[in-house]
């Protein structure tokens, strides 16, 4: 999905990474958004983190159903710095891209698009699409060492699971629990989708990563607070493990890695680390210059906004 990251998710100035090094739970709100005038709920960034490990976006779609309705139709829009990751819980989403991908995403199936440089892509609802559409949207910040590079596109049909302590977890990226995603990553991080049946389990997590969980659907219990959709619940560092609880069948997602190497910039689709950066990838869309090539659909590229920065002064 696009996300058009705004001054109401994080200002555009740099800002160091700052995981907490030691085990705590901060709960906060995600922002309700619009994406494609659907409702989305974005856990990260907010004003106060924009990290976790290399993680640096995830909104949560639906569910909402669209039956009889045009459903998603995002169209050509672009990317630099940073990794989309889709994962879907029910609905099915196609992807375009300006490398010629065209895949069809379903629940249980991974869609990882590397941006590098540059990369424009197109999301919507197939025509045959019925039902509820229910899913999240990630994304990991590039390295240095990659995000200049070249663009990318992987989809897994399946992704290695594991069963642990009455749970089922889904290894997006990374490794967990002893099993290994073969998707790409260019960092040391963890993406893990987790379904709690009834009671207690533990989670086995690394003392070098921080972590963070956003619900999906169901509710989790951590100590005595409760984590439920439409939050994030941040983690910090240095925990071996982590005690959740639930008392309905509940589905999180975990998402971790080492603290990220670098501040980053945020700003509509660009992940980067100076406002030059961002004011030339906004001047490449708008003059469709060939560093964001076309993608194949009929929907219509969408337009920057206005940069935060240069808007004249009131
Ligand atoms: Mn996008």
Redesign the pocket.
Known sequence: ???PVTVEDVTTDQEQPHAVPEPTLEITPSRAAKVDGQSVHRALPYRGRRTVGAWCFADHIGPFVIDGGPGLG?GP?P?IGLQ?VTWLVAGEVLHRDSLGSEQIIRPGQLNLMTAGGGVA?A?ESPASARGELHGI?LWVAQPEATRHGEAAFEHLDHVPQVEFDGAIASVLIGDFAGVVSPARRDTDHVGVEIQLHRGRCVLPLRPEYEYAIVVLDGAVTIGRQRVEPGNLGYLGQHRKELAVSVDTPTRIMLLGGVPFESPVIMWW?FVARTREEVEAATASWQADDGRFPRVETSLARIPAPPIPWRESPR
């Open positions: 999905m696009s996300g995002i829009h990317h989309t892509h999301e949207q689709n």
